[in-house]
């Protein structure tokens, strides 16, 4: 009663309607299913909250006439925030999308849905602001099938089932992105807080992205610009004790009359890490990154798109891993500690070290002539500038001894439709011209040599869904010309002027089906051509790093390569689903670099590596479980196997992954009216030792299995105006010293002991 | 539409205007720290004998095997040795003894026999007075033969015990001649 009076008098107060109500229901996104007991809270509405029932219908009364942010929250889903203007009692229905480790997912983007069969990993938003400071490779590796190939701590590149560099897309924000991916030791120049979420693509039919994508792709997908008219923003600061590295993360956006905006700006100061026993010294980082994006609607139908992006990294190399010739080599392996190890951290990045910018612009139209069909015009022009610093005579070591700019201009266009008895269309064309030249202030001969290249390609995808089968099927044709001005390796150097032409083409088709509720099972096929790259036409020279001479072939031929994945989804309980991919990929003409033997130089006998081309066989299994045995309690697991093999010289292929396996247990706590979103979490993960190598080809044998326990915990507070979020995440806690087959930096030092991680985030 | 069409012109402009730039041949670069030549030059304390050790390699990380000539050495003498660094991919060649001379304290020559009966000790010293080694000593003593390991370390940890493992640094030379003492 006294409630009630209470209620009544401040009604009276406040003048004002305040008998409106909020109703509906909250549900999947992809398939519409109820999600039982789903948290709703109408931000500034203090009290205002409620909960959904087991049908995920809810019902909020009570609220005054006004403008709210309704807040959304279901264990295994990305939270979200829509903007509601309460005039009159409304009924919505609110859809939430799943995220991460265990999907077969249908990510939706915006208007449009993905167009395919394909398997796809979500690592969303919620993960990526927690884990926003690690290197983008490293975020990725939770995902089954996905393993990272490192040069020491400040650089990793992503390794998709077996396969990566010139073999794995990059899509930036729709771009595919244009650097010296080519190299083992260039890592991917993207900065992951500008991604909503990140898709790891491992089934055959990414044709769109070109025939690199057989192998797999990662795509960095930008925010969905929403309604929201009021500014919104959060500020993210991680710091990790090991290296005692900040990382500081701010976003702001609106939706503004004249249009809606989104800025993101990253800041990273990271020094030495630390092995267990000792500093790895020269292992800084720093970065400096800025992203806008902007977008708006014209007349209902058109929307413009813009987004420019920096990135600008400065990546110390381990000083103790800077060894040449092999009897240092063999010396360095020996060491107990690595030579040039400091007693003392320190934030400075001397040479050997890395610096590379790229900077983005992409300008995109899209006209919606109606609902279902989408012609879409994209500019965009990349410009990445990659410094390779190394320690030198004569003051010279503050010139790069690898200096490289590649600008790259492209050109995209596409039509998606929806034809009245639901067959899906996308056709496109792609055209990518890039120039590539070396500065030639370096007094050193360039490991690659200046180029033009002009790619135009066409492709084509159709997708049917009808009862509970899902059928898809792509082509697309490639045509390159390559113009190389390449410096002749004997004396006197001359410019040798070549022209390569490629004409590749790739199918895809897919078939999958949902036997019941519970089981669905899906198998890809796909078969694309890939032209060779640069690197591996025309390398030549010592490539900082390992101490490998590397020679190209300019009279190499495209791979062939053909890929089958079968993947089930199976929901065996209700508290427990597992899914399996089983992979096999077979490529023809497969180019690699090829030890050779050593080659005397002045600078003692050098490791000769030559690329050749063989036929080689990838097979592999990624198994993915979730236990739900209790509402707030989660396990989930991973476990990753592949096996390559070189048909035509009889062994194993060089850097496959080891079989490794991930298991996590995650505790979510009850939310309450203040705290939301509070989880303790452990995860371990085992990798066995790689026995599958070739002795001659591995100077050092590959390193023992090791265990590795993580603890993760957070909490989410909410105030009236905005909410924070306290993060702690252990990685290595029990200090543990191993070293790790597919760290290149793994014949010199340990990896990284233990680093306490602590985020503090604002956002409102 | 139009509004798509002008767009599409608009762009087109700008991507015709910069593809179709001509590319200008690159600039071949002067490669300065390349060292193709080492030359060991022993001579006798009266200079009326003249011994060489030469490593060549013209093409530096290239295919082509570098050109090693040796003078065998006499028994029971004392050389004064010294080393030659030059660049002979260029024309004249250049003399890269003079930069490391120069940066004396961050360079270091070690000079590891084994086999042949000869001592060898280092005659200068850079501006800290720590070992250099662009001149040396080399006593030879009975008729033997083995094999001489000259190596230029980059940024060694001086001083040092004399050992390459305990000087560390870079390695910008390593060669080995064999040795005939007559």
Known sequence: ?764 | MKFQLKSILLLFIMIYGSSCEKKEDPIIPHEEELITTLKYTLTSADSSVVKEFIFKDVDGDGGDEPVITIDTLDAHIAYTGRITLLNESESPAEDITVEVEEEGAEHQLFFISSGADMEITYLDVDENGNSLGLETLVLTDSISEGTLNIVLRHQPKKPNDGSLSDAGGSTDISVDFDVFIR
């Open chain 1, 1 to 764: 009663m006294t409630i009630l009076l209470l209620n009544l008098m401040h009604l009276m107060a406040e003048g004002q309607v305040c008998n409106l109500t909020l109703s509906g229901k909250v549900v999947d996104a992809r398939d519409q299913s109820a999600l039982s007991y789903a948290a709703v809270m109408i931000a500034e509405a203090e009290g205002k909250s409620g909960v959904a029932d087991s049908l995920g219908h809810f019902r909020i009364s009570g609220i005054c006439k006004g403008k709210y942010h309704i807040e959304l929250r279901y264990v295994g889903y990305e939270p979200a925030s829509v903007f509601v203007d309460l005039n009159k009692s409304k009924s919505l229905t609110f859809e939430l999308i799943r995220h991460q480790e265990l999907l077969n997912e249908v990510a939706v983007h915006g208007e449009q849905e993905e167009m395919s069969s394909l398997v796809h990993n979500v690592v969303g938003k919620l993960k990526i602001n927690r884990e926003g400071n690690k290197n983008l490779a490293n975020i990725l590796e939770s995902v089954s099938g996905v393993s990272v190939l490192k040069t020491g701590t400040g650089i990793s590149k992503p390794i998709i089932q077996g396969v990566y560099g010139n073999r794995i897309a990059i899509v930036n924000n729709d771009l595919i992105q244009s650097a010296q991916l080519w190299g083992n030791d260039h890592a991917p120049e993207i900065d992951p807080f500008v991604a909503n979420h990140i898709s790891v693509i491992k089934g055959t039919a990414a044709i769109e992205y070109g025939t690199k994508a057989l192998g797999g792709a990662v795509l960095i997908d930008p925010y969905i610009m929403n309604n929201d008219p009021h500014l919104h923003g959060s500020v993210n600061y991680i710091f990790e004790s090991n290296g005692l590295g900040s990382t500081i993360n701010a976003k702001l956006e609106q939706a503004a009359n004249w249009a809606s905006w989104r800025v993101t700006g990253t800041l990273k100061y990271i020094g030495d890490r630390h092995a267990p026993d000792y500093f790895l010294t020269n292992t800084g980082q720093r970065e400096q990154n800025l992203a806008m994006q902007l977008e708006k609607r014209i007349k209902k139908k058109w929307i413009i798109k813009g987004y420019a992006s920096t990135f600008n990294s400065n990546t110390g190399i381990l000083l103790g891993g800077h060894v040449q010739n092999t009897t240092d080599l063999e010396e360095a392996i020996g060491r107990e500690i690595p030579f040039n190890t400091s007693d003392e951290f320190s934030y400075s990045i001397e040479p050997p070290r890395q610096e590379v910018s790229h900077h983005l612009l992409k300008l995109e139209t899209q006209y919606l002539s109606d609902a279902n069909k989408i012609f879409t015009i994209r500019y965009g022009g990349q410009i990445n500038n990659r410094n390779e610093y190394d320690i030198r005579r004569n003051n010279r070591s503050e010139i790069p001894a690898l200096s490289l700019t590649l600008v790259t201009n492209s050109i995209d266009v596409n039509y998606h439709t929806v034809t009245p008895n639901n067959n899906h269309f996308k056709f496109g064309g792609q055209w990518y011209y890039s120039n590539n030249t070396n500065n030639p202030e370096t007094g050193v001969f360039p490991l690659i040599p200046d180029y033009l290249s002009n790619k135009l390609g066409f492709f084509s995808i159709w997708k049917k869904e009808w009862d509970n089968w899902f059928v898809d099927a792509g082509a697309r044709y490639d045509y390159q010309s390559l113009e190389v001005w390449a410096i002749t390796k004997s004396f006197p150097r001359e410019i040798e002027n070549n022209l390569h032409q490629f004409n590749t083409f790739a199918l895809s088709g897919g078939v999958g089906n949902e036997l019941n509720k519970k089981l669905q099972l899906d198998l890809n096929l796909g078969y694309a051509q890939r032209a060779p790259e640069i690197n591996e036409l025309y390398s030549f020279g010592l490539h900082q790093g390992i101490s490998q001479i590397e020679e190209g072939d300019k009279n190499l031929h495209p791979e062939d390569a053909f890929k089958a994945v079968f993947h089930l989804s199976w929901k065996l309980s209700p508290k427990l689903s597992v899914e399996n991919s089983t992979y096999f990929h077979n490529i023809n003409n497969y180019i690699f670099l090829e030890p050779q033997g050593v080659r005397l130089t002045i600078r003692g006998a050098y490791i000769v590596a030559q690329y050749k081309q063989t036929d080689a066989q990838l097979a592999g299994n990624d198994l993915a479980f979730e236990y739900t045995p209790h509402k707030s309690l989660v396990f989930n697991g991973v476990y990753s196997l592949v096996r390559g093999y070189d048909r035509s010289n009889d062994q194993y292929l060089i850097y496959m992954p080891s079989d490794n396996i991930q298991v996590n247990s995650q505790y979510n706590f009850k939310p309450t009216k203040a705290f939301e979103n509070s989880f303790v979490k452990v995860t371990a993960r085992y990798v066995f030792k790689q026995t599958r190598y070739n002795a001659e080809q591995e100077i050092l044998e590959p390193p023992s299995d090791y265990f590795l326990l993580g603890l993760e915990a957070g909490i989410d507070i909410h105030r009236n105006k905005g909410h924070w979020v306290l993060g702690l995440r252990v990685e290595n806690a029990l200090n543990q010293t191993y070293r790790d087959y597919l760290n290149r930096m793994r014949y010199f030092s340990d990896e990284p002991g233990i680093n306490i991680n602590f985020q503090l985030q604002y956002s409102f």
